[in-house]
Every structure is written in structure tokens, then in C-alpha cells.
């Protein structure tokens, strides 16, 4: 049977700060978004169309990883 969600349950920020402070970094302009979208339909994959975005838009993706990395253990 599925556990129950009480007081004593662990945030999300809790069990994964890490994910937590990149997702909390993790923003596109509508040009971004716009341009990822225009290269997985130019691919037509999307996780090819992705990679490409991702290997073009380097610099920004380490600025949300790096978010991750300010976290302290």
C-alpha cells in the first residue's frame, strides 16, 4: 500500500538540493525556448535537436549546472 504524505515528510528541496538550486537557475527566454524548438523540428528528433541546442548553448547550461555546484553537502 502507497505511503501517506504527513509532517514528517521530506521536502523535495530536501532530497534533492542539488536538482533543487538548478532548476531554481534553469531559465529560457522566449528566443531560447524558440530556438530549441526550431532545431529538434529542423533534426526531426527531439533528443538530436536537443544535443545540438545543448552543445550551441553551452555557456548557459553551465550556469544552471553551476547553480547545483554552490550547494553545500
Known amino acids: ?3 501517506t504524505v504527513g509532517s514528517g515528510a521530506r521536502s523535495f528541496a530536501e532530497d534533492d538540493p542539488w536538482l533543487t538550486a538548478v532548476l531554481d537557475a534553469w531559465h529560457m527566454s522566449d528566443q531560447s ?5 526550431s532545431e529538434i523540428e529542423f533534426r ?4 538530436a535537436g ?3 541546442w545543448l552543445e550551441e548553448n553551452r555557456d548557459q547550461v553551465d550556469e544552471w549546472l553551476a547553480a547545483g555546484e554552490r550547494i553545500q553537502p
Request: no cysteine.
Open 33 to 37: 525556448l524558440g530556438t530549441l524548438m
Open 44 to 47: 526531426g528528433d527531439p533528443v
Open 1 to 3: 500500500m502507497g505511503g
Open 50 to 52: 536537443a544535443r545540438t
